[in-house]
């Protein structure tokens, strides 16, 4: 009896979660390039939960992945303007990679050999405007603001007690990543689909 309960409910589960509306969208940066795809998941008629994907081709390149969670204030989650709030992660390279690693004068190491990359932690909240039209093409708007973590230092401690004034590079991996992935204006503009 327990099996064919649990069936049921998978099924209910299963079919109520078909029967709701998604969207797939993309759009791409052009002050800093990337390439940008969501899933949108509707519910309940004024709220959806969904993902983007992120992929940064210049300066600090990598990936981001982000959860959001909408409310749309006409009540439809197909169509209207809505509060977003989101939170996720992401993994970057530093501006100086191992490719870029050299000696300095006095035999010391610029860059840690621990990685290219590092991870940043962050989330953001906007607000946005989403068009379906009848034949199921999907326009979005969002406007907001975003915190992410800055990189970690990626040099090492002996370049830093040796050279204790030369703090350029962890001032331009910062500052490339305040101006790429981290720029704490978000804009995003995406197109797609809606099944």
């Known amino acids: 009896m ?7 409910c998978a099924g209910m589960i299963i079919f109520s979660a078909s029967a709701q ?16 795809i969501q899933y949108e998941h509707g519910f309940a ?67 840690k050999d621990d990685g290219e990359m590092f991870t940043t932690f962050g989330g953001s909240i906007g607000l946005g405007g989403k068009l379906t039209t009848r034949g199921g093409f999907v326009f979005e708007s969002t406007l907001g603001f975003q915190i992410w973590t800055p990189p970690p230092s990626n040099f090492n401690e002996d370049f830093v007690e040796a050279n204790p004034g030369y703090a350029f590079g962890d001032a331009a991996n910062i ?8 720029f704490p204006l978000m804009y995003q503009m995406k197109f797609g689909f809606n099944f």
């Open 2 to 8: 327990k099996k064919i309960i649990t069936i049921l």
């Open 21 to 36: 509306s998604n969207s797939v969208t993309a759009g791409f940066g052009l002050l800093n390039t990337k390439v940008r």
């Open 45 to 111: 008629d004024m709220h959806s939960t969904g993902a983007n994907l992120g992929l940064y081709l210049q300066g600090q390149k990598g990936q981001r992945l982000e959860g959001f969670y909408r409310i749309y204030f006409g009540g439809d989650y197909e169509k209207g303007m809505f509060m977003q709030a989101s939170a996720g992660a992401g993994m970057f390279s530093y501006l100086f990679s191992s490719d870029d690693q050299f000696i300095d004068q006095n035999g010391i190491s610029l860059y």
């Open 175 to 182: 500052a490339l990543f305040y101006l790429g992935p981290g």
